[in-house]
């Protein structure tokens, strides 16, 4: 119906770590349906450790990086033939890189509030952190804006573990600064320290910045 009536829309799709496997399926799967516009978020592990062993689904860095590499090759090659899809991350790294405008939340390494509502009006800084622990209201019972000041908002946006030692040398430190909190374990830096998802495909991405402006200033977006 949103193509009957030509209403633009974009694909929500929950990248595990079996899915990332198939990057030259998804984008095959793109062209074929005609669709525009595409966010991938990672599949997270369990916040309980014991869980998160148990979870196979849940993407890790070294998937991660495999993934979006394919990804942005076949992406790349698309656009330099005149075909745009616009691909979340994609576009996030660009917005920070040539307008530095930060468009995706924890892009670089910094909270912010993102206000969740459950159905009883409980209010949560982030729908990755929908705890008992880091409910900050009802919106029932207070504004929004008196919620916003809730004396846990600080505490949330401000806690933050240790970035891993090879964050230290990393040359994309400035803009990533360690990347989401709760993304950290599949998409950036492995738990033997040695590997971090997000640098190999910033590495394969960022060369090709000049490219890709100049190649979006060509088509129509």
């Known amino acids: 119906m949103f193509e009957k009536f030509q209403i633009p829309f974009n694909i929500l799709c929950v990248l ?11 984008y095959r799967f793109l062209r074929e349906e005609n669709i525009e516009y595409l966010q991938l978020i990672p599949c997270l592990p369990d916040l309980d450790k014991e869980e998160k062993e148990s979870t196979s689904y849940a993407l890790t860095p070294q998937r991660f990086a495999s993934f979006y590499q394919q990804l942005f090759k076949l992406w790349l090659a698309d656009l330099r033939q005149g075909r745009y899809t616009s691909i979340k991350l994609f576009d996030d790294i660009l917005n920070l890189l040539v307008n530095q405008q930060i468009t995706a939340c924890g892009l670089m390494g910094n909270c912010r509030i993102q206000y969740v509502i459950e159905a ?20 029932t019972e207070k504004t929004l804006k008196q919620i916003f000041n ?7 946006l401000c806690s933050r573990s240790e970035l891993p030692h090879k964050c230290g040398t990393c040359p994309f430190k400035k803009m990533c600064g360690g990347g989401c909190k709760r993304m950290s374990d599949v998409m950036y830096v492995d738990e033997q320290q040695e590997f971090c998802g997000y640098q190999h495909f910033l590495e394969k991405f960022i060369p090709n910045v000049n490219e890709i402006t100049h190649l979006l200033g060509g088509t129509s977006q």
């Open 150 to 156: 809730s004396l846990k908002r600080d505490p949330f």
């Open 16 to 26: 595990t770590n079996p899915l990332a496997k198939e990057a030259k399926k998804i």
């Open 120 to 139: 009883d009006g409980s209010v949560y800084p982030c729908d990755f952190y929908v705890l008992d622990e880091w409910r900050l209201g009802n919106i």
